[in-house]
Structure formats: C-alpha cells, structure tokens
C-alpha cells in the first residue's frame, strides 16, 4: 500500500520542541522530493519546508528559519522535521507529500500523508 504517515506531533509549551516523521510505504523516498506543509484552523495550507530528491538542497517558510530543521534518512525511508523554538503560531495540524524528484507544492504533488497534530500552548 502506498502510504505517507507522520508521526511526532503532540502538545508542547512554548519553547519547546519537537520531531516529526515523515515515513513512505509502497515507495522509496529517495526518488521524490519531500515538503511538509501545515493548515492552522480557518487558515489555508502553507509550505514550512522541503527537501530535494538527491541532492538534498533545502528550503524554509521564512517564520520558521532558523528554528526547524528537515532531514532525510533513505535507509529508513523517513523525512524528519525537527521543530525547535515552537510559538504559538506554530500550532497547525502539519503534513507531508511527496513529488517525484522535485520539492512539491499546493498544486502539484503525488503522494499526501494523514497529517500529525502540533499544538503549541501553555
């Protein structure tokens, strides 16, 4: 079955940190390009990172530079998002999908996973 699934979300204070999973099923990531995107409540999705399929070039929504940080592991068929710093702005259900060779976007994409729940509150 092709699959993404992520994992690692939960609540957190501000401050803190967290890291997501991003694990393929039925595919080898190393082919695809890989971006986590995130909708927070009545808002629309927005791109917080991606990460190229081989020459692992990276790219960052401007407010979480410097603070989140995506990762891959090939052997493990696995995209991390490490998320240090978290605000409250943060707080978003966050998803990853993956692009044949390229970093996806809104429009255009081949796999979605179910999404991981990130909420930032003290």
């Known amino acids: 079955q092709v699959q993404l699934v992520e994992s690692g979300g939960g609540l957190v204070q501000p401050g803190g940190s967290l890291r997501l999973s991003c694990a393929a099923s039925?595919?080898?990531?190393?082919?695809?390009?890989i971006a986590w995107f995130r909708q927070a409540p009545e808002k629309g999705r927005e791109r917080v990172s991606c990460i190229t399929s081989n020459d692992d070039n990276t790219y960052y929504l401007d407010s979480v530079k410097g603070r989140f940080t995506i990762s891959r592991d090939n052997a493990k068929n696995t995209v991390y998002l490490q998320m240090n710093g978290l605000k409250p702005e943060d707080t978003a259900v966050y998803y990853c999908a993956a692009l044949l060779r390229r970093c996806p976007d809104l429009f255009e994409y081949n796999y979605w996973g179910q999404g991981t729940q990130v909420t930032v509150s003290s």
């Open positions: 039925g595919f080898t990531l190393d082919d695809y390009g």
